[in-house]
């Protein structure tokens, strides 16, 4: 199957610093990647869904402003964490589908461990 | 709105015990229906789908039924293997255009040999 990549796999900050999380596609391009975000014994909860080249669509309840994205290639979407805070660490996990619509398969990347101290 | 929920875990097993891990859903339309299993240290990966009612989805040895009149989509397998441990999550497409997944909370298996 399709080939997800999250880079880094795990990142230690400090509160009020920002980071990135790369999400890559490796072979085949993604129309569509998701960014989501899972907490411990929780569901994943969807954060937000990005086209190549268009601006990304929040769920509701997930600062903009706080988790920039962007999905300027077909095979790289990324998540920034803004001026993180302790309660932003978490388990975030990106998935990219190569076509629109429910009959495509999302494939996942393997997640991104975010602590913030 | 749209919601999936699944039994609770950790769930133990011994190799060759027959496995069943219960999904419910809840949803306005006709949602496509999923199976995912995430293995330690990998991400999700699609085990097994059914799109309509009364679909069977079945992959390394596990199936689901799409259960309209009980809306269910209960994952079963006849033998667990020390292999099968991970965590199973049960997931719906909303059906829309972006056809997103609403995912269960998850279900971890652990298979002892």
């Known amino acids: 199957g399709a080939v997800v990549s999250q880079h880094p796999s795990r990142v230690i900050c400090k509160s009020g610093t920002s980071v990135k999380i790369e999400c890559r596609s490796l072979d085949f391009q993604a129309t569509t990647m998701f960014w989501y975000r899972q907490f411990p014994k929780k569901s994943l909860m969807l954060m937000a869904t990005?086209?190549?080249?268009?601006?990304?669509?929040?769920e509701q309840g997930v600062e903009k402003d706080k988790f920039l994205i962007n999905h300027a290639s077909l095979t790289l979407s990324t998540l920034t964490v803004t001026s993180a805070h302790p309660e932003d660490s978490s388990f975030y996990i990106c998935?990219?589908?190569?076509?629109?619509?429910?009959?495509?398969?999302?494939?996942f990347g393997p997640g991104t461990r975010l602590t913030v101290t | 709105g749209d919601s999936v929920t699944q039994m609770e875990g950790p769930v133990t097993l011994s190799e060759e015990a027959f496995l069943t891990i219960n999904c419910t859903y809840t949803?306005?339309?006709?949602?496509?229906l999923f199976w995912y299993v995430q293995y330690p240290g990998e991400g999700l990966q699609l085990l097994l789908k059914?799109?309509?009612?009364?679909d069977k989805g079945s992959n390394k040895g596990f199936e689901a039924t799409y259960r309209k009149e009980t809306t269910s989509f209960h994952l079963e397998k006849g033998s667990v293997q020390v292999s099968d441990s991970a965590v199973y999550f049960c997931?719906?497409?909303?059906?829309?255009?972006?056809?997103?997944?609403?995912f269960g909370k998850g279900t971890k298996l652990s298979v002892k040999p």
């Open positions: 997931a719906l497409s909303d059906g829309g255009s972006q056809g997103n997944l609403i």
């Open positions: 998935s990219a589908r190569g076509g629109s619509g429910s009959s495509y398969e999302q494939y």
């Open positions: 059914a799109t309509k009612a009364d």
């Open positions: 949803a306005t339309g006709y949602p496509s």
């Open positions: 990005s086209n190549e080249g268009s601006k990304a669509t929040y």
